[in-house]
């Protein structure tokens, strides 16, 4: 799985084309990157997300659950308000059924 987490303008709006990306096994291994700088590598997971969602207008959206779910849960949040992108990696594509869960397959598994 990989992300784009774009920066923000002087106005806190996202700005497409810019920011880092971020890939691992799981959202929460994206979480775990993303929070590695001096200022919030000693924030656990939860608290990193929240402080985000704050810092965006969203301190109200409800994180909830074991932090494998919220994590899921805040980066769907991030990409719904424009402010991340999901990244196809090689052979690699992203369905989101209606339950809202994204789920990666591989093109081989789609072919057959």
């Known amino acids: 799985?990989?992300?784009?987490?774009?920066?923000?303008?002087?106005?806190?709006?996202?700005?497409e084309c810019t920011g880092e990306f971020f890939s691992g096994p799981s959202a929460i291994a994206i979480v775990e990157a993303m929070k590695m700088s001096p200022f919030t590598a000693s924030l656990d997971p939860l608290a990193f997300m929240r402080r985000v969602l704050d810092g965006i207008g969203q301190a109200d959206f409800e994180l909830t659950g074991p932090p494998e779910k919220a994590a899921i849960v805040f980066l769907q949040r991030l990409t719904a308000l424009n402010f991340a992108e999901y990244e196809l990696e090689k052979d690699e594509v992203i369905f989101a059924p209606v339950s809202g869960h994204i789920r990666h397959i591989s093109k081989k598994q789609v072919g057959k």
């Open 1 to 15: 799985m990989k992300i784009r987490i774009y920066e923000t303008d002087f106005e806190g709006h996202p700005v």
